[in-house]
Each structure stands twice: as structure tokens, then as C-alpha cells.
């Protein structure tokens, strides 16, 4: 079946909250390293929830009658830390610090 305008999610969906902190996201953001302590599941069982969490994103999107389903990005803390840490030469356990050019805003 062709569709005239096919309909998909556009961004992350929602991670449910017994996946991630979201007061530690917001406080960090825009994380540009690896945050492992935004999770909140156990590294050991880390996997498998972020899994779950995908079959749920993807249920809901087929109910939703969604035409092209997504993962949903449940494995990102955030979009910037997933490709920043994704590159070659970008040092993952060094944290640096945003400065500003001092003319205003």
C-alpha cells in the first residue's frame, strides 16, 4: 500500500522514567560525554531494559498507526553525548567547559 504522506516520529521518543533520570538530564544538559549515571537501571541490566524500553516505543508508535516506525533512541543519554562519543579523537573522560566570547548575549 502506497501512502501519500507517510507518517513517522520525528526526534527521541519519550524514555519511560524507570529508564532514565531526567532531573540528572536536565541538570547536565547538554551532556557531552558518556553519562552513565543518568540511567537508572543497573549496567548489568542495562541492555535488556533499554530493549524493552525499544519494544514499548515501537508498540506505541504501531497503535498510533504510525506508517514508519523508529527504535525510539532509547539507548541515548542525549542526541549531542551519542554523536559526540560516537567520533574518533573526541576524549570521553574529559569533561571540558563551554566558554562564551564575552560580547554579550
Do not use: C, H
Not at 521518543?13 to 531526567?22: G, N, S, V
Not at 533499554?50 to 514508519?68: H, K, N, P, S
Amino acid at each position: 500500500m502506497n501512502t501519500l504522506l507517510p507518517t513517522t516520529l520525528v526526534g527521541s521518543y519519550a524514555q519511560p522514567d524507570w529508564l532514565i533520570d531526567r532531573a540528572k538530564l536536565a541538570g547536565r544538559f547538554p551532556p557531552r560525554v558518556r553519562a552513565k549515571e543518568l540511567w537508572r537501571v543497573a549496567p548489568e541490566y542495562l541492555d535488556q531494559a533499554q530493549d524493552d524500553a525499544t519494544v514499548l516505543a515501537i508498540r506505541a508508535q504501531e497503535r498510533a498507526g504510525l506508517d514508519i516506525i523508529t527504535d525510539g533512541e532509547m539507548r541515548r543519554e542525549s542526541y549531542s553525548n551519542r554523536f559526540a562519543t560516537a567520533l574518533e579523537g573526541v576524549a570521553r573522560d574529559r569533561q571540558g567547559e563551554a566558554q562564551t566570547s564575552g560580547r554579550g548575549a
